[in-house]
């Protein structure tokens, strides 16, 4: 192949990338101070990229590179410094980012926006101004401009000409026939580099690798490799476990070594247990024991029972293979009882011998679920367990796989966890705090009725009573001002104020679209300017999920979670956020939580993995007060979902190799003992691959 041409950036326009120090110094006294050691590893990888991108410092130029760092290292951080780079250095390019979603590309826009003011400071030889950022459809994208769309906007039929196209998480298009894979490849020849963005470990299988590295320009030559070690890994997922475990080890590593060195030249990838001097700022993380009841004989029935009643209610006759038992069944009551209602009520088989032994089930269902209770025993563990943990000041999210899982679960805790008591000192106090807060701390509030309404929220039972625990005693109204600005929110050992904390928030919320819209709309109700969807200040806990007719109160819908967001990464609000998958990626829970609870396992190590994410980032709550993170795998003994939740944890803490590319699982027909094997092979074949060295980390650029 003819060399590619390089883009004509000069090393010295990115100059600024190797003083990290300068910058981290620089970000003290703003929303987003910095933390060294990650700013000098992001710092690194995002010169090695516009090296290998331009083809400087002795690089020869890359059509394309594919950053797959761990979830949390600041893969958005990295690529955000490189699209200001080619955008603004010397002859002005043009930047496009394709984004999965509307709540990612808010967080783009806020991420380039958030480097304006450093990089005015720190990179003198580019020209930065926040008004290049481009957020959705222009009529033209001119040469200087970062412009950031949804994915579906590479297959609208506009042509994506630009100088760097960035994709973010790119393991969304999956499969060579998708809209976006399809669209991407069309739109690659428009655009002289592409970056594309996707996180590890687990998050891609190793044939969607092979799409990405065709996607940014790989030869083909370069694909056998990678080939062949997805070959040897789907053997060892579904060939025979009798096979010697030290010899399918030593094949593993030396596929996998051989994959490293062929992709060494386009792949840029980092974990988080490889970071040793990075662990302090994520900080550790340790498994939280929630102990939950082995199921009971009448549990047990219930289930079997239903299955029973579910394939002859299908036709598929009581000896059918085909699975029926719902895992919700395992996790809650609430999905059992819709269930049989329906059966009851419109699904009766019109055969007669059928139709009678489905009455006489649900029967039987009936005085059975009257045994159990209203409370599946799962859920009364985990609620008895997240009541404790925030008695203690803690934050918590729970994890869900479906929409009635998490609607049963958040009504529980909600019944369990207290609610806001009346705190000392009157509203009115409150308010004059706070105003003398909030104006000492940001004079330019052209919107006073926002603040005004932000104010009021700030004063509702549940704020006023959380921020009354974190003051010290003797506070009164004469030093509340003083006492909120010098206080630490939640925790002594915390780096942030009260005062500071409702600053940043009100920020966040002001400079969401949706969030802006939120206050405006709290402003203007007949009500009062005292309600923020998703938390009035009143509920300690929060569903995001379809909300439950007649209990509207405790849910927020999941299309526009930025509110939410903004507000439990915040000390205030509802200490318990119950989410859906819907949130598991893209998104920071971090700021104030370090407790998560995988209620509900999807049977994917990659959505499990992507979870725990959420927590374990870059100045986490946990880095903060020096405790581990604690992440919950709840099971329900002597049920399927317990399990599940064996297999899961086995594959999520044994496996690290290449990429990722472990695979789904059918948890009826995981075996144990093919497990156990498994596991070994993978542990020996680690040793190997660390022992004949190859990595895909970033590396420091020649000297020009």
Request: aromatic residues 6%; contains cysteine.
């Amino acid at each position: 192949m003819p060399p590619i041409e390089s883009l004509g950036l000069s090393a010295q326009q990115w100059q600024f990338l190797s003083a990290p120090d300068r910058y981290v110094e620089a970000s003290k006294g703003t929303d987003r101070s910095l933390v060294l050691e990650s700013t000098r590893r992001q710092f690194l990888t995002a010169r090695d990229i516009l090296s290998r991108l331009n083809g400087t410092g002795g690089e020869e130029a890359r059509r394309g590179i594919l950053l797959a760092d761990d979830v949390g290292l600041g893969k958005t951080t990295v690529a955000a410094l490189v699209a200001w780079v080619v955008a603004t250095a010397g002859a002005k390019r043009k930047v496009r980012i394709l984004a999965p979603n509307a709540v990612m590309m808010r967080r783009w826009v806020e991420e380039l926006r958030s480097h304006v003011e450093l990089l005015q400071s720190c990179a003198k030889h580019l020209d930065i101004d926040d008004r290049r950022v481009k957020a959705g459809r222009v009529g033209r994208l001119n040469p200087g401009s970062i412009q950031v769309v949804k994915h579906s906007y590479a297959a609208s039929g506009e042509v994506l000409n630009c100088d760097l196209l960035i994709v973010d998480e790119a393991h969304r298009a999956k499969g060579e026939g998708t809209a976006f894979s399809t669209a991407l490849k069309r739109q690659k020849k428009h655009a002289r580099r592409v970056l594309i963005l996707t996180a590890t470990p687990f998050s891609i299988r190793l044939d969607e690798l092979l799409l990405m590295l065709t996607l940014i320009g790989v030869d083909a030559v370069h694909h056998g490799p990678v080939r062949a070690f997805s070959n040897t890994l789907d053997s060892l997922y579904s060939g025979n476990t009798a096979r010697s475990h030290k010899v399918m080890a030593e094949r593993l590593s030396t596929k996998a070594k051989a994959a490293v060195d062929a992709i060494s030249s386009f792949v840029v990838r980092h974990g988080i247990d490889d970071l040793p001097d990075e662990k302090a700022s994520f900080g550790g993380q340790e498994d939280w024991s929630i102990k939950v009841p082995t199921a009971s004989q009448v549990e047990l029935e219930l289930m079997i029972r239903m299955d029973r009643v579910l394939r002859v209610a299908n036709d598929d006759g009581p000896g059918s293979s085909k699975a029926t038992n719902d895992p919700r069944f395992h996790v809650g009551w609430r999905h059992f009882d819709t269930v049989a209602v329906r059966l009851a009520t419109e699904s009766l088989p019109s055969a007669e011998p059928a139709r009678a032994v489905v009455e006489n089930q649900l029967n039987f269902l009936k005085v059975l679920r009257h045994k159990v209770g209203s409370c599946h025993s799962k859920m009364a563990a985990v609620g008895d367990e997240v009541k404790r943990t925030i008695e203690q000041g803690e934050k918590v999210v729970l994890f869900c796989h479906h929409h009635a899982t998490a609607q049963e679960l958040t009504a529980h805790l909600a019944a369990v966890v207290p609610g806001a008591t009346t705190p000392p000192l009157s509203v009115r106090e409150w308010k004059a705090a706070w105003r003398e807060v909030l104006t000492q701390l940001d004079h330019d509030y052209h919107e006073q009725q926002l603040c005004d309404t932000f104010v009021q929220w700030l004063c509702s039972d549940l704020i006023r009573e959380q921020t009354w625990t974190w003051l010290p005693e003797g506070t009164s109204s004469d030093n509340l001002a003083g006492a909120l600005r010098e206080t630490m929110a939640r925790d002594p050992a915390n780096h942030e104020s009260i005062a500071t904390a409702a600053k940043r928030l009100y920020h966040a919320l002001l400079n969401s679209k949706s969030s802006r819209a939120v206050l405006k709309t709290a402003a203007e109700g007949e009500a009062g300017p005292t309600v923020l969807p998703g938390a009035n200040g009143t509920a300690r806990v929060l569903g995001v999920c379809e909300p439950i007719l007649g209990e509207e109160s405790l849910f927020i819908h999941n299309q526009q979670p930025d509110t939410v967001i903004s507000i439990f990464n915040s000390p205030f609000g509802p200490d318990v956020l119950v989410v859906t998958d819907k949130l598991s990626e893209g998104i920071d829970l971090h700021r104030y939580c370090r407790h998560l609870v995988h209620y509900e396992l999807d049977p994917s190590p990659i959505r499990t993995v992507q979870r725990n994410g959420r927590l374990r980032r870059v100045n986490s709550w946990a880095a903060a007060t020096r405790q581990p993170i604690l992440y919950a795998y709840p099971a329900f003994r002597g049920t399927r979902d317990h399990r599940l939740v064996q297999v899961m944890k086995k594959r999520i803490d044994s496996f690290s190799l290449l990429l990722g590319g472990v695979q789904d699982f059918d948890v009826e027909e995981t075996g144990s003992s093919d497990e156990r094997w498994r596991n070994d092979v993978i542990a020996l074949a680690k040793e190997h691959l660390a022992t004949a060295g190859g990595q895909l980390r970033a590396r420091e650029p020649e000297a020009v």
